[in-house]
């Protein structure tokens, strides 16, 4: 009997830690630009995966295709290579201002603000 209560907390205590491991990063999930930027960045796209599109325009076909990783709570660092010139990576980083607020940088400039509409 006291076995079956031990397994059932481990198995409680670890799949509590999985869950907490896999939560998503709060940069996740499709944002969408806020004000004019001269990127002319409209869209992006930051999936579970590390991976991420920046859209320009109304273009359908990504601009920048990117990789993540978490860089804090609240931001992710990025590193992109043009879908045009697949010759050099670029690093950026986006920070989340709040849950529908965030910001891209480039050389610790802005360079565009998005927002993340209601899901």
Known sequence: MLKAHINTFMFSVLGATFLTACSPHPAT?????????????????VHFEPKLEIYSGKSAKPTLYC??????????TLECMSSEEQKQMDMYQFDVMNSSQGELLYKGDVIAKFSKPDE
């Open 29 to 45: 999930g499709t944002w969408l630009s806020s004000e004019a930027n001269t990127e002319n960045y409209s869209k992006m796209i």
């Open 67 to 76: 990789g993540w990783s978490g860089f804090n709570k609240n931001s992710i």
